[in-house]
């Protein structure tokens, strides 16, 4: 009664789906170890931050108003640019997302006449209107900030001398997505950004390097910034809030580019002065005292889905053995029906909302239907279990998060369970 193939089966994963995916596992131990060895060392550097900074209880209480001498707030900030290795940090409720972290970051920074270069190709979807990519209400072309790209080499290697022509004496700062996101390139490893932060820096010392670092936070046992980066940004409903940031976004760097960004977030001359932290604060601290383990659980997650989807001839990126620079994980299944039993099976498993079956609908900005599986604790938050894909050839399926191990393994079994009972994947195929 109480073994847990039983267990399982009792929620809906029958017997051959348990097994196949155990078999799996098995051969998996060395990378998981790897994984939670680097979850160790990441946990003890936020401890130590957190330490050093001396968080006390007072600093879990919030303010209200203007949110003068918030000693909860203004400690966090040390305890990140610690964690960072960066002179200052700025990690603040008021920043309602990733795009507007990575926003404040570009329009604090850049002046009328300043060109923004992107040496990885193009940009997040989001931040095309930010930069003015497509033409949008505000955008830093509005403001006289132009903007020049140079994509990435056929296999996924910086085009150093494409790079070089494109570095100007207006360029002033330098953006450099980590995650590949929603695209097909590869993800760049933290020592491959310092190399590109190396040669833009030799050939124009003050551009500002600014990485994107969205869904890289704790992957790898060093940050962009401490191979040179002058500022990283992120969301708090990513990695770095460990499932319990209820909002937020961060950027930790030097204290001129973090003063600047704050100067947008509230005004100038207030700067990081103000900015109450409400109830926040709390979850904030413990949601990154958490997040090394809950990033592991991810990419165990990642790597399990890969190599178990693989096995059955689908398409993956990263495939099986890659080593791993963030938490996406792109499957392709082939068909509509795929995509669909795939996020079926990952709601399924959701906490929240697992009754709820996901449809495909036409989300805006999206050329294509998309599905989502979601069942959040936190709307929309990514560094829980989820998956979503967009109707449409190759018709693959982007999956990520796990707030627990566990809780990814059961809803990557429940997503094959789904393709086994809806057809896509022969129940024989599981046998051999
Ligand atoms: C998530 C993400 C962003 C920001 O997205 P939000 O949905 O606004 O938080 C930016 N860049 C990358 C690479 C991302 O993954």
Request: proline share 5%; glycine share 10%; with cysteine.
């Amino acid at each position: 009664m109480d073994n847990l193939k039983n267990r399982y089966a009792a929620m809906g994963v029958g017997e051959a789906v348990y097994e196949y995916g155990s078999k799996i596992l098995e051969k998996l131990k060395d990378r998981f170890r790897e994984f939670d060895e680097t979850a160790e060392y990441n946990q003890l550097k936020v401890l130590d931050a957190m330490q050093k900074c001396m968080v006390s209880e007072a600093c879990l209480l919030g303010t209200t108003g203007y949110g003068y001498n918030d000693l909860g707030r203004d400690t966090l900030e040390k305890v990140y640019a610690d964690v960072f290795h960066t002179q200052d940090a700025l990690v603040r409720p008021q920043i309602t997302c990733g795009t507007h972290a990575l926003s404040l970051a570009l329009s604090g920074n850049l002046r009328p006449g300043d060109e923004l270069l992107s040496p990885v190709g193009k940009p997040y979807d989001t931040l095309e209107e930010v930069i003015g990519i497509r033409p949008s209400r505000g955008s830093l072309s509005e403001y006289g900030v132009t903007y020049r790209q140079v994509d990435l080499l056929p296999g996924g290697g910086f085009d150093y001398e494409a790079i070089e022509r494109a570095i100007t004496p207006r360029t002033r700062l330098a953006t450099i997505q980590r995650s590949k996101g929603y695209q097909t390139r590869p993800t760049l490893s933290v020592a491959h950004i310092g190399e590109l932060i190396a040669f833009i820096k030799a050939k124009k010392p003050d551009v500002i390097c600014m990485v994107d670092n969205c869904y890289g936070e704790f992957v790898e046992r060093v940050e962009p910034s401490d191979v040179g980066a002058d500022l990283v940004v992120g969301s708090l409903i990513k990695n770095p809030g460990g499932g319990l940031a209820p909002i937020g976004g961060y950027l930790a760097g030097t204290k001129e580019c973090v003063e600047n960004a704050a100067c947008r977030l509230t005004s100038p001359g207030l700067a990081k002065e103000v900015g109450a932290s409400l109830g926040v604060l709390k979850d904030f601290y413990q949601g990154l005292f958490l997040a090394p383990t809950v990033t592991a659980s991810a990419l165990k997650a990642a790597v399990f889905a890969a190599n178990l989807y693989e096995s059955l001839g689908f398409a993956v990126v990263p495939d099986g053995r890659e080593s791993r620079h963030d938490i996406i994980q792109a499957v392709t299944l082939g068909t509509p029906e795929g995509v669909l039993a795939f996020c079926r099976g990952i709601q399924a498993a959701a906490p929240v909302d697992g009754h709820v079956t996901p449809e495909p609908w036409d989300m805006p900005g999206y050329d294509a239907q998309v599905v989502m599986a979601a069942g959040a604790f936190v709307s929309g938050s990514s560094i829980e279990l989820s998956a979503d894909g967009p109707i449409k050839p190759p018709y693959a399926v982007y999956f990520q998060g796990g707030l627990t191990w566990q809780h990814a393994k059961f809803g990557i079994m429940k997503s094959l369970q789904s393709l086994v009972e809806s057809g896509v994947v022969e129940e024989r195929a599981l046998l051999c």
